[in-house]
């Protein structure tokens, strides 16, 4: 199985911020690569795929980028509906695996 | 608008089992793989399983591998997820999925989710 490991597992940050989290894979799995958001009680939502592709509707200030092993999300200014969780996931085999998750929390 | 529209909430004793379903609507079932996950409290997401629509391709992740079932009725564009030997640690929201791909290998991420089905395994 592929292992997707996602640090950190929490950050603060205040609203216009810039804010990184990154993930690896435990192997080699070009672009296949994808970021989600989850606010509590609900599923979670795409945010980005291909690792660096902006899912319709998602503002531009998210982006993704990365290959082979090492990925990150970025969000440019972070805005106050911003503040949730945030998963990655390879999508190059099955298991489709997901990184541990990255709880962002107002400063 | 493409739909997953997931069964309600259950509740179960250790050692039952649960059969949860999943209606897709919006869209040619038969087109997309539909994937199982499940999220329990305050954890992260785990993948459980696969199935093509028409039924060919099925696969199980090894911790579930001989309790879980995945089927479908491609008249009603339902699957089902069907868990027995049930435990504790099986409490999670189990949430099915639409990967944007007619493939394992996807390039389109998750792309639908299901609105997710509480379960609750208690004595």
């Known amino acids: 199985d592929i292992q997707v490991t996602q640090s950190p597992s929490s950050l603060s940050a205040s609203v216009g911020d810039r804010v990184t989290i990154t993930c690896r894979a435990s192997?080699?799995?070009?672009?296949?690569f994808n970021w989600y958001q989850q606010k509590p009680g609900k599923a979670p939502k795409l945010l980005i795929y291909l690792a660096s592709t902006l899912q319709s509707g998602v503002p531009s200030r998210f982006s993704g980028s990365g290959s082979g092993t090492d990925f990150t999300l970025t969000i440019s200014s972070l805005q106050p509906e911003d503040f949730a969780t945030y998963f990655c996931q390879q999508s190059y085999n099955i298991p489709y695996t997901f990184g541990q998750g990255t709880k962002l929390e107002i400063k | 608008q493409v739909q997953l529209v997931q069964s309600g909430a259950e509740v179960k004793k250790p050692g039952a089992s649960v059969k949860l379903s999943c209606k897709a609507s919006?869209?040619?079932?038969?087109?997309?793989?539909i994937h199982w996950l499940r999220q329990a409290p305050g954890q992260g997401l785990e993948w459980m399983g696969i199935i093509n629509p028409t039924g060919v391709y099925i696969r199980y992740a090894q911790e579930f591998q001989g309790r879980v079932t995945m089927s479908r009725d491609t008249s009603a564009s339902t699957v089902y997820m069907d868990l027995t030997s049930l435990r504790s640690e099986d409490t999670a929201v189990y949430y099915c999925?639409?990967?944007?791909?007619?493939?394992?290998?996807?390039?389109?991420?998750?792309?639908?989710w299901g609105q997710g089905t509480p379960v609750t395994v208690s004595s």
């Open positions: 192997q080699s799995i070009s672009t296949y």
């Open positions: 999925v639409r990967a944007g791909c007619s493939s394992i290998t996807c390039s389109k991420g998750i792309d639908y």
């Open positions: 919006g869209y040619t079932f038969t087109n997309y793989y």
